[in-house]
């Protein structure tokens, strides 16, 4: 928020957008008529105690977002707020470089077309969407434009402030719904791109360098937007920044357990004829199957020992032995992750390995003892596999999360 105090009548008004893919360009708070939200009927001079509703009196407000990225933006999961309502979008998509009009209206009776009051949106139907949550004020209030990856954590892509030093002046017109010219004599707040603060002894904002300012209402157009801005690399800023808002608590169990297993069966062969103890050979092989290293086995003139392998009920066995906690680590738990194995699962892991999700090795043990334990503070949140190689080269797999 960019704020200069200066005496006098002050006139305050600014934007902001953060990494976003659509900002706000255009206010429409002050309408031309009487924004009373209720008031007591009154006949012959005498209050009846009858209270009508006034709410039909803002309709004409509006809030225009624009779309600046380079590809069409699903709006479901965005939302509209100011200081008392918040209004969620339905499942509709404002496409590159076009606007969208959040039109007031008392649904879903008193409705006047947004397109009879403003007579430039008519045909453009499909690009005004009408609500009942946000009721805009005229001399102060703030509008948030956002989304949520959960439903309840918010987060604020782009906002529009604005203060008056006094309450505007009413703009009431009678049936100005009969009369849609009136609305362009009431000045909207725009989106300008040089920030100022501007003073007027009237009350009234010059239209001189604001990053907002007031200016005839044209929904559906601005005369100032952002330079479009490549979609992929928006996302990709914004998901580095937010990505541990991410809740994964009704899906733990599933991620932990169902990870699609990996069989790799240890092939040995048996060479045929007789052993002197001189001209054997042993070797050794990573999981992959890569030799990476052969040597003479010395004396030894018995042929290795050759095993199948365990059975998939021994595997399973095995892995339902393998205990890892606290998973998912958190920052309450300083991202540290233990490992241990018992039962069935004692002295049969020949080595360990944990892979981050882009397959980088970030930790690896060789068992001295039945349990290990390492720090994923400095990795990315998601998810890491645990390989378990066992002494007959099979390997079992758990993952690991980090929220």
């Not at 305050?12 to 900002?23: E, K, P």
């Not at 309709?59 to 479901?76: A, H, M, P, T």
């Not at 008392?106 to 609500?131: C, D, M, R, S």
């Not at 990573?286 to 595997?315: F, K």
Request: proline share 5%.
């Amino acid at each position: 928020m960019r704020m200069k105090v200066i005496i006098g009548f002050l006139f305050f008004i600014t934007t902001n957008w953060l990494y976003s893919q659509v900002m706000i360009t255009e206010a429409y708070a002050n309408t031309p008529a009487n924004e009373m939200l209720r008031y007591n009927k009154k006949v012959n001079g005498v209050y009846t105690g009858e209270i009508i509703d006034k709410k039909k009196h803002h309709r004409g407000e509006f809030i225009e977002i624009y779309n600046f990225s380079d590809k069409d933006v699903n709006l479901k999961n965005w939302y509209l707020k100011d200081t008392q309502g918040v209004f969620w979008f339905p499942e509709i998509t404002i496409k590159s470089g076009k606007f969208l009009i959040i039109a007031y209206s008392v649904l879903p009776y008193n409705t006047t077309p947004f397109t009879e009051l403003f007579t430039t949106t008519a045909g453009k139907e499909n690009q005004i969407i009408y609500q009942d949550k946000i009721i805009l004020r005229n001399k102060k209030d703030r509008i948030s434009l956002g989304y949520s990856f959960n439903g309840y954590i918010l987060l604020d892509k782009s906002e529009m402030i604005w203060e008056f030093g006094n309450e505007p002046a009413y703009n009431y017109v009678q049936n100005v719904w009969s009369t849609p010219g009136e609305f362009y004599n009431v000045k909207s707040i725009q989106y300008h791109p040089d920030p100022q603060t501007t003073i007027d002894p009237n009350n009234q904002p010059n239209n001189y360098d604001l990053y907002n300012y007031t200016a005839t209402p044209n929904p559906l157009e601005a005369e100032y937007t952002l330079d479009r801005e490549s979609y992929d690399e928006i996302v990709k800023e914004d998901f580095q920044q937010n990505y541990s808002f991410l809740d994964w608590s009704d899906n733990v169990n599933f991620l932990v357990n169902k990870l699609c297993p990996i069989m790799i069966e240890k092939i040995s062969q048996t060479p045929t004829g007789s052993y002197s103890g001189n001209g054997e050979n042993c070797f050794s092989y990573d999981i992959a199957g890569n030799m990476i290293m052969g040597s003479n086995c010395g004396n030894n003139s018995n042929p290795p020992i050759v095993t199948s392998g365990y059975s998939t009920d021994e595997l399973e066995d095995i892995k339902n032995n393998i205990n890892i906690y606290p998973n998912p680590t958190r920052a309450i738990d300083q991202y540290n992750v233990t490992i241990a194995w018992t039962g069935p699962a004692t002295s049969k892991i020949q080595s360990l390995q944990v892979f981050s999700s882009t397959g980088i090795l970030i930790y690896s043990y060789t068992p001295g003892s039945n349990t290990t334990a390492f720090n994923l503070q400095n990795q990315l949140p998601g998810a890491f596999v645990a390989n378990f190689i066992l002494i007959t080269g099979q390997v079992v797999s758990k993952n690991i999360l980090r929220w």
